[in-house]
């Protein structure tokens, strides 16, 4: 559930940024920053975006205001000219997916890999949330080398 919103748009490339009482852009859809998600996750910022991927670091509002990574499965970027039967499975095997990422990180237990804190819908939208680790990511490790990541 929503609690507030404001009209900055997390998708930076939205033409034309609109917020709503939902907590999402009235033209892309996308979460608003400053909006609560869960009644507890205070969405800050845009991390990255890749895919069918969008991630946030926001704030647990009910932990001390711990920060975290929230990360959102977006299956309306799956959408195409397929008929609607194609999507549909597309989006299904999307949320298969990442319901297996999410039972797969509850089975990892190493420092350079977010613990997994809880897999939720809400909305019709799956979440992760996950542990926040500082540092820069591999696509800025590998620019710092010289080198590129795709």
């Not at 507030?4 to 917020?19: A, I, K, V």
């Not at 709503?20 to 909006?35: A, D, K, Y």
Request: net charge neutral; hydrophobic share 35%.
């Amino acid at each position: 559930m929503v609690e507030s919103y404001n009209e900055q748009c997390s998708n930076l490339r939205c033409s034309q940024p609109l917020g709503g009482p939902s907590g999402r852009c009235l033209t892309c859809n996308s979460l608003l920053m400053g909006i609560l998600v869960r009644n507890r996750c205070l969405v800050k910022q845009l991390v990255s975006r890749g895919g069918i991927f969008f991630t946030f670091l926001i704030e647990r509002q009910d932990l001390f205001f711990w920060t975290r990574i929230l990360k959102e499965l977006r299956p309306a970027h799956l959408e195409n000219n397929d008929s609607e039967s194609d999507t549909q499975n597309r989006k299904a095997t999307a949320e298969r997916l990442f319901k297996r990422e999410a039972q797969t990180l509850l089975n990892l237990n190493h420092r350079g890999i977010p613990r997994l804190y809880a897999y939720f819908l809400e909305n019709n939208y799956s979440y992760l949330l996950q542990e926040y680790i500082p540092g820069v990511n591999l696509a800025e490790a590998a620019l710092e080398k010289g080198e590129t990541y795709d």
